[in-house]
């Protein structure tokens, strides 16, 4: 009689891309990474509940995939020298230990990685950097305000974790576009301005800022938030 091996340990287990747990994909895309055209694939849970997040159906990191690795691979050889590269975002992508294969699988293949990032897992990023080509960086608040935005850790953890794994990405020298998503529930004018002055004196030369978006929110932040911008 055959027994079933006992599985092991999550720490211990050889990840391969399959297992990577996809809430979604994009066949093709021309805004996830700027100037290159992609395929975009959202991978499933987040540790973070910001306020504006507007993909509450992807944050719980125990929902099973949507979207098996086998139809990723598909798609990139009918693509060959069509797409430019794929871009993981999330979700946060990091949290998945699985991604280091799929972006070694990626780039055997001949296509750029992209990276959506929080930083929230510096030392899963760190592990990532050599396989990145470009990392489109969420920074969500000046540090005294990153509570108020990701509602979960203490007063600074996860201030703490999106700078350590920015300054990761500088120091590594990967393509960065830092994007702040301006909550005006959270953020004064002030305080997008004294961000942006803090990110330029850590060497980011680029710091765009994005609107909120109302759709897919909560009913009570699209309340808050309507309430803020009728004044």
Known sequence: MTTTPPRLPFAQRAWTADDLVIAGLAPMSSCDWPGRLVATLFLQGCPWRCTYCHNHSI??????????WSRVRELLARRAGLLDGVVFSGGEPTRQPALVEAMREVRDAGFGVGLHTGGAYPRRLEALLPFVDWVGFDVKAPRRLYRAIVRVGGETTAA??????LRMVLDAGVDVQVRTTVDPTVLSDDDVRALTDELHLLGVREHVLQEVRPDGTSTEY????????RG
């Open 59 to 68: 944050l719980d990191p125990r929902a099973p995939g949507q979207v098996e």
């Open 160 to 165: 703490d974790q999106a700078f350590a794994s």
């Open 222 to 229: 699209r309340q808050a938030l309507a309430a803020v911008r």
